[in-house]
């Protein structure tokens, strides 16, 4: 839009339109005035034409917009790489229910797998549990391969586990041996203690049982362990026969890992049929229906010995009278 400019009458001084030919005061005629004359143009009436401000407004909120966006562009990828460290972390993963264990447990993993030396205090009051854990935590860092259900519940939940087939003891450290030795000795106070007591005692055994945990289940028996229809058969002569029971119990037609929970799941009594009446130990038998004449199932055997400890002496398929 144009602006009209405007003039003074050089007879009166009042500002009038430069297009007009009188003055609107004085009615001088303007154009009397020869065409070279100079007439004044008045400075306050005359508005120069200015530019609008809006397009400078819109180019500042754009830009602030943008700046904006940058702003929160750079704060995102900051908060993802965050949390991609911290994801990324060992201990950050969770432990899966069924196969849980407490931080003091998870405390003394740590320590192993930074190569760090353990002690008493990092182990005592652990389960056997945990400290079976922790004693094969040295094995599974170097890739050894668990069976599920049992160990292999548990590693596979650790993000640090990665199996191998050519996993070897030879990986194991002369640290990593050390370290088996105070998880071992930790087991062997606890089970000791645990022994002493019959309730404490048959729910250690159950459990071991449950996780085919061949390591306890030696501690709670003697090495002149009963098995194969009552005779204690030591095939490798070593003078030690939990291996060989072992060994028959994971054959499949004998299937004797099942046999022994289905056993330990209904009853325990004190032996009276079955006692040798020279042997003046307090012995029980399970399952609870065992302790008669003409049971021919897998029978238990537990004994409390002479150092005050209980033991599972015996698993045995009684001989047929026939």
Known sequence: MSTTNSISCPACGTSVNATARFCKNCAFDF??????????????????????????????????VLVLILAIGILGVWLYKR???????????????????????VQAEDKILRNETLNDGDVS??????????RNVHFARYGRKYERPGLGDYFSTRPWYQPRDDFNENMLT??????????????????????????????????????KDRGTLTKLMPSD???????????????????????LWAKPEVNGWAALTNALANGVVDSTFW???????????????????????????FELRDDGRWYFVGFVVPESDG
């Open 275 to 301: 006692r040798n009446p020279s042997n003046k130990h307090q012995q029980k038998v399970a399952p609870a229906a065992a302790n008669r004449s003409g049971y021919s199932d897998w029978i238990a055997q």
């Open 174 to 211: 002369d640290l990593d041996k050390a370290n088996i030795k105070v998880v071992q000795a930790a087991e062997d106070r606890t089970i000791a203690a645990q022994s002493r007591n019959w309730d404490t005692f048959w729910a250690m055994l159950r459990e071991a049982a449950d996780r």
């Open 83 to 105: 949390k991609s460290s911290v994801a990324a972390a060992p201990t950050a993963a969770p432990v899966t229910s069924g196969t849980s264990v407490s931080s003091r447990s």
């Open 225 to 247: 362990f009963s098995f194969n229809c009552c005779d204690s058969y030591d095939e490798n002569k070593n003078g030690d026969t939990r291996d060989e029971a072992f060994r």
């Open 31 to 64: 154009w009397s005035v020869p065409a070279n004359a100079e007439v004044a143009v008045d400075p306050a009436a005359a508005t120069p034409t200015s530019k609008s401000p809006l397009p400078y407004i819109i180019a500042g909120v754009i830009a602030g």
């Open 125 to 134: 009051g652990l389960s056997l549990n945990e400290l079976r854990i922790l």
